[in-house]
C-alpha cells in the first residue's frame, strides 16, 4: 500500500516517529536516500539486510518520514521507490506540557499535486 505522506488527516502518531527516529538503521536509511530510491538500492547502500530493509522502508513510511511510489515498467512489473517527505522535525512541549510534533515538508512540484489530486479521484469512483 502507498502511503501519502503529503495527505490531509496522515499526520502520524508522536510515537510512530520517534520509534522511527530512534532506529539507527531507519536514521541511516534518511541520511542516504537519494532522490527516489528502490529497496534493494538501499539496502545495499546501507549495508543493511534486505528483509530488514522493508521493515525499516514499513516503519518509516508509516511515520510519514519517507514517501512511497510505485514505479510501472514495460515489462509488466512494479517497484517501490522511496524518498525523504520531510524537511525538519520538530518536537516541543506546549504550554499545557504536552508534546508536539511539527513535520516540514517539502514543496510539491505541479506534477506532483496533480498526481495527489488524481490518485484522490480515483478513490471517490
Known amino acids: 500500500m502507498v502511503r501519502d505522506p503529503f495527505a490531509e488527516g496522515t499526520e502520524p502518531e508522536l510515537t510512530t ?3 522511527a527516529l530512534c532506529d539507527d538503521d ?3 536509511i ?4 537519494e532522490s527516489a530510491m528502490t529497496a534493494s538500492e538501499l539496502s545495499e547502500a546501507c549495508d543493511v539486510p534486505l528483509s ?3 521493515r525499516k522502508l514499513d516503519t518509516m513510511t508509516e ?7 510505485i514505479e510501472i515498467r514495460a515489462d ?4 517501490s521507490r522511496y524518498r525523504l517527505a520531510f524537511e525538519e522535525v520538530l518536537l516541543s512541549i506546549d504550554e ?3 508534546f508536539e510534533l511539527t513535520i516540514t515538508r517539502p514543496a510539491r512540484t505541479a ?3 496533480l498526481a495527489s489530486l488524481w490518485s484522490e479521484v480515483k478513490e471517490g469512483l
Open 76 to 79: 509488466g512489473r512494479h517497484t
Open 17 to 19: 516517529v520517534l520509534e
Open 96 to 98: 499545557d506540557r504536552r
Open 26 to 28: 531507519c536514521r541511516e
Open 63 to 69: 511515520a510519514t518520514l519517507l514517501e512511497e511510489s
Open 111 to 113: 506534477d506532483e499535486r
Open 52 to 54: 530488514t530493509t522493508y
Open 30 to 33: 534518511a541520511e542516504t536516500v
